[in-house]
């Protein structure tokens, strides 16, 4: 039993880097310190704990990282600081050596945080308690809201793929998960409190139930079911492992949206073999054309790497023409980053930073022309939309099914609230869509 007496009126700042699985993740840590007595700290006061969850997906992560630590600790002189995350997984001892640091928790020690607080006395160096990665078993479940309508509900943990370029197996161990009656109860909760739409977040979602015998397919059928639910999306899941059965499911279900986000990384077969991806571009074309065809208005995301090691110039553009092909709505563009310890460093091809930055910029155009003749189309049609509370001084807005942003007047809805609309011409910011809510 923990004593949580030395907790009590104490004071919490909790910082997050990098993907919505690790914000997630945030937010269960901040209701495990809330539960013992510790509050989150109020604009203009000293924090007594710093929490920052760490993202390693590239050198500019890392470095992110560290930035974030030091800003913190001038911040917040005295307070007790905690790093975890992937950063704090794969580097424990440099994150150990940073000044200001107590606690360094890696992958399996992340979800029982606060069994290592002790008495929050500063310590002369940092304490690093970490778990190899082929060790690593555990699966901490979470669900948040976070300072959204939507909540973020991770199923998953871990990937078994070892891309040449990644780092995430080394950071996050291998595939686990928790079992579909335990997600089901959590999405329930959710429906008790009044939320409407959960994403489905993981690290690589569409591998659920390497260790509970259970399948993807299995949970989303489930999870259909639960009342109070009006809205799921499926985050990130690999197009080998994004069934025809459930793309045929999504399309009849009306909990399901038409929202699917399928990491691509390189349109080039040649370079997919150099990644160690588990398909090719034939596979993946077949799956757009089978979203579209029973799905003609869907919002499809793409990840998208350029300059990995071994992209050539004529590499890149058959890459390029083969996206510009593909009926996708927008493009999520990463310049390739070296990661230590990872087999691309093995190719000896290396695309240079100015080289690297022209294909993003090309890349981010061919995205911007695909979202905006999307959002073009929906002109005049009417939709659906969740209305999500706005930042002080800006519009309130929304996301129809298919994950249009639409400004909507704050008069005439209010937050967590589903409205019916009319799509009107783009917003002053060009990300958006106006509109008029129909009664």
């Excluded at 203009?44 to 890392?62: H, L, M, P």
């Excluded at 279900?253 to 588990?278: A, N």
């Amino acid at each position: 039993m923990i004593d949580t007496t030395v907790f009590q009126d104490k004071k919490a700042v909790y910082y997050t880097l990098g993907c919505k699985l690790n914000f997630a993740e945030t937010s269960t840590i901040g209701k495990s310190l809330k539960d013992a007595g510790i509050r989150t700290v109020r604009k203009g006061e000293k924090a007594d704990i710093i929490v920052v969850n760490t993202c390693s997906v590239t050198e500019v992560a890392d470095k992110k990282c560290r930035q974030a630590i030091h800003k913190l600790v001038k911040s917040h002189p005295g307070a007790y600081v905690i790093v975890t995350g992937c950063y704090a997984q794969l580097k424990p001892d440099t994150v150990a050596d940073i000044e200001g640091v107590d606690l360094v928790l890696g992958a399996e020690q992340k979800g029982d945080l606060m069994k290592y607080l002790g008495t929050l006395e500063k310590k002369a160096h940092g304490e690093a308690i970490t778990t190899a990665t082929k060790d690593i078993r555990k699966f901490s479940p979470s669900c948040s809201r976070g300072d959204r309508t939507r909540y973020f509900l991770k199923v998953q943990d871990g990937c078994d793929y070892f891309c040449s370029y990644c780092t995430i197996p080394f950071a996050r161990g291998r595939s686990r998960n928790g079992t579909i009656s335990e997600i089901v109860e959590q999405a329930r909760n959710v429906a008790a409190e009044g939320g409407k739409e959960i994403v489905l977040t993981g690290v690589n979602i569409g591998d659920f139930g390497k260790t509970t015998g259970e399948t993807f397919f299995d949970l989303v059928k489930e999870l259909d079911k639960v009342d109070g639910i009006e809205r799921y999306r499926i985050s990130s899941i690999e197009p080998n492992l994004l069934t025809d059965e459930i793309i045929d499911f999504v399309s009849t279900s009306k909990r399901f949206m038409p929202h699917f986000h399928i990491p691509l990384q390189s349109g080039c077969d040649e370079v997919l073999k150099l990644m160690r991806r588990r398909y090719d571009t034939e596979l993946f074309a077949s799956k757009i054309r089978k979203i579209k065809q029973l799905m003609p208005d869907a919002f499809i995301g793409v990840d998208v790497i350029v300059g990995t090691r071994g992209e050539t110039p004529e590499y890149f553009e058959t890459a390029y023409n083969f996206i510009k092909s593909l009926d996708v709505t927008q493009l999520h563009v990463f310049s390739y980053s070296e990661r230590p310890g990872t087999q691309a460093l093995k190719i000896d091809y290396v695309v240079s930073p100015e080289e690297k930055h022209a294909r993003s910029q090309r890349l981010l155009e061919l995205s911007d022309m695909k979202l905006k003749e999307f959002y073009a189309r929906h002109k005049g049609k009417e939709a659906v939309v969740l209305a999500e509370h706005s930042k002080p001084g800006m519009p309130m807005h929304g996301f129809t099914d298919n994950y249009i942003r639409v400004e909507l007047d704050s008069e005439k809805a209010k937050d967590n609230q589903l409205v019916k609309v009319r799509l009107g011409d783009f917003s002053s910011d060009g990300e958006s869509l106006l509109s008029e809510i129909l009664e």
